[in-house]
């Protein structure tokens, strides 16, 4: 072998052995994906569940004639307030996820904004049949805003100025349980009925 040959070996395995490997470039890490901010839609929540709970409490105790009672100056009676509270659940569904309610329709004539309560038990349903729509519409609208996130619920309605956005309608179903808690408190009074706190 020429002297020119084993300097050409030597340089390529002296380049061999001292070459250093470079490691492969880690992946870009894929920046986490931040969650989907809940907090205004649990606000309301906790605020229309309050509202219910707290309806639900002063509700209690009514005899079955005293269902459709209206003393001087209640004119919204218990039955009344229960298929109102129902409608407007119902209602609240379709303007927040454009779903049909729970509700009959009849019950918007019968209980919906405008409606006067009348005394006659004969012109409502049984007051378990409203009760039950009280119960499902109301559940039915807790579960699909529990699905729903901020961003979703931050989307404008349309309510006749009664609220700006879906969060905003959820929390002010709570205020709307709240006022009518008021009615059936001076109710309660008025018909003589023991203040659930004892």
């Known amino acids: 072998m020429s002297k020119k040959?084993?300097?050409?070996?030597?340089?390529?395995?002296?380049?061999?052995?001292?070459?250093?490997?470079t490691k492969p470039k880690p992946k870009a890490k894929r920046a986490a994906k931040a969650p989907a901010s809940t907090v205004a839609r649990d606000r309301a929540l906790a605020l229309v569940k309050f509202g219910r709970q707290t309806f639900s409490k002063y509700s209690s105790g009514f005899a079955p004639d005293q269902m459709t009672a209206q003393p001087a100056g209640h004119v919204n009676h218990l039955l009344w307030t229960f298929g109102h509270l129902a409608a407007t659940a119902?209602?609240?569904?379709?303007?927040?996820?454009?779903?049909?309610g729970v509700v009959p329709e009849s019950y918007d004539k019968m209980f919906g904004m405008g409606s006067v309560p009348v005394a006659d038990p004969g012109a409502y349903p049984s007051f378990d049949e409203v009760k039950r729509y009280f119960d499902s519409s109301f559940d039915k609208l807790v579960a699909a805003v529990s699905q729903m996130t901020d961003a979703q619920l931050s989307e404008a309605v349309d309510t006749g100025g009664f609220a700006s956005d879906k969060a905003d309608l959820v929390?002010?179903?709570?205020?709307?349980?709240?006022?009518?808690v008021g009615q059936v408190v001076a109710l309660r009074r008025a018909l003589g009925i023991a203040s659930p706190n004892g």
């Open 5 to 21: 040959a084993k300097k050409k070996g030597a340089k390529r395995h002296l380049r061999s052995v001292t070459k250093t490997k």
């Open 90 to 100: 119902g209602w609240a569904l379709s303007v927040i996820t454009g779903e049909k």
């Open 171 to 180: 929390a002010k179903l709570g205020w709307h349980e709240g006022w009518h």
